[in-house]
């Protein structure tokens, strides 16, 4: 056990609160600034909403930070919070490019300023990348992102590696491709096929309606992501590590291993926007709506995670059948 104190921004969040779990189980005190009226729901589903081991302290602007980090001094910081829907980016770039950004740019500095000796950890993000690639992609391939969440993130991403090169902090990215988790929002596709695959096996009623069932994502579990995130902050030197699988799982593929997971047959009929799932009565239980197509829907960008491997962290502890399983099953199980 460790007296540790770790600082994590986005505590809320669906890896905040995971990572908040697991280093409570490894002994460290937590300081969790959050904004005003947190939502500690993830917290409470962990049980640890009401740990003696958390502080939860709460700012209002981006500067409060330069006094908090100076007063705890943590061991470590992770920057978890963002605004991290890539879709909705589009709609606000200057607000998207202030927080994720901006921000990292600010605690980067308050923490070489007051507490140089903090380990710092920064979830940039696999959108960072050029689309492009017909291989899984390398940490030093080329960035070439196509959002303004890509962009924002690579912008903070490249500010770590300046006060790590540059400035000497213990500073690195970890470079995350999707990872999902029975506390993922339930704007991201994996929640809503879980969620719907429930109820629709439990309580029959409307389809589950997707996009293209094709797409295909290197797909992770995060519990295991943010134990690498700790291991990463852990290693000898500071660097960057893609967070990744280095195996692609389609849409279809996650609907699949959700009905099996509950024993519910289906089969496939039709092709492309008339493709339906039908159950074993020959009724509709999966259809597909050309509005949640998405543009780069065909790019299948996978990560290669031979350096993360180095570090000896098995990233694929939980295989993705298993854990979109213990999704499904989580959803069956909270319906009534
Ligand atoms: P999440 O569940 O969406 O949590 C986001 C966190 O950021 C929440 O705590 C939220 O706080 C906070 N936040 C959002 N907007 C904010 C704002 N305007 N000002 C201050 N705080 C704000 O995200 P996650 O899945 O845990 O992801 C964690 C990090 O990994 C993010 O930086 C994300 O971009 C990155 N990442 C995630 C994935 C993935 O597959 N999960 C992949 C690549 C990169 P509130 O509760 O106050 O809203």
Redesign the pocket.
């Known amino acids: 056990m460790t007296t540790k104190t770790a600082l994590i921004t986005?505590?809320?969040?669906?890896?905040?609160s995971l990572l908040a779990h697991y280093l409570i189980s490894q002994g460290y005190k937590i300081i969790a600034p959050?904004?005003k009226n947190?939502?500690k729901s993830n917290l409470k589903k962990l049980a640890v909403e009401n740990s003696e081991q958390i502080t939860f302290l709460t700012y209002k602007k981006w500067s409060d930070f330069e006094e908090i980090i100076s007063h705890y001094k943590p061991s470590e910081i992770y920057h978890?919070?963002?605004?991290?829907h890539v879709g909705q980016s589009h709609e606000n770039p200057a607000l998207v490019f202030d927080?994720n950004c901006i921000w990292t740019l600010a605690l980067l500095k308050f923490t070489q300023e007051h507490s140089p000796h903090s380990k710092f950890f920064f979830?940039s993000?696999?959108e960072i990348y050029r689309n492009d690639f017909d291989r899984a992609v390398t940490e030093g391939d080329e960035k070439r992102p196509n959002n303004p969440y890509g962009i924002s993130k690579l912008s903070a991403h490249q500010m770590v590696d300046y006060y790590r090169d540059v400035k000497g902090l213990f500073a690195c990215n970890g470079i995350?491709?999707?990872?999902e988790s029975e506390l993922r929002?339930p704007s991201f596709v994996s929640k809503k096929i879980c969620v719907n695959v429930a109820r629709l096996v439990k309580n029959g009623g409307e389809p589950l309606t997707l996009g293209n069932i094709e797409a295909k994502k290197d797909w992770g579990y995060?519990p295991d992501y943010v134990k690498i995130f700790h291991t990463i902050l852990q290693q000898p030197q500071s660097q960057n590590y893609n967070i990744s699988t280095n195996k692609l799982h389609s849409v279809k593929d996650m609907v699949n291993a959700a009905f099996s997971a509950l024993n519910y047959k289906i089969s496939w009929q039709g092709t492309g926007i008339n493709t339906q799932g039908i159950n074993s009565d020959g009724l509709v239980v999966v259809s597909i709506n050309e509005k949640y197509f998405r543009p780069l829907d065909n790019r299948f960008l996978c990560g290669d995670n031979t350096k993360i491997q180095t570090v000896g962290q098995n990233i694929n502890q939980v295989p993705f059948h298993q854990w979109v399983k213990s999704m499904t099953l989580y959803e069956y199980n909270s319906l009534i």
């Open positions: 986005g505590i809320t969040g669906q890896d905040g959050t904004r947190p939502d978890l919070a963002a605004m991290s927080v979830a993000s696999c995350l491709f999707n990872h929002h995060a």
